[in-house]
């Protein structure tokens, strides 16, 4: 997911998109163990993903607290 997608969501539902992204990467991992994941470049784009989250999230709760 690009960064301004990300941008125009609530925290709420950047928090949301944070837990699932955390599932996500949870049963690539899983299957990873398994030796049955198929897409290995899925879990880059997920991790990639979740960073991009956590950025958005501390960047908008250190705006809120200088404000």
Do not use: C, G, P, Y
Not at 50 to 67: D, G, M, S, V, Y
Request: hydrophobic share 35%.
């Amino acid at each position: 997911m690009k960064t301004s997608e990300l941008r125009e969501l609530s925290l709420d539902e950047l928090q949301q998109k944070l837990n699932d992204s955390q599932q996500e990467m949870f049963n690539l991992n899983f299957q990873k163990a398994l030796n049955r994941l198929e897409n290995k470049m899925r879990l880059k784009v997920v991790k990639k993903d979740i960073a991009r989250i956590l950025t958005l999230i501390t960047e908008r709760q250190t705006n809120e607290i200088e404000k």
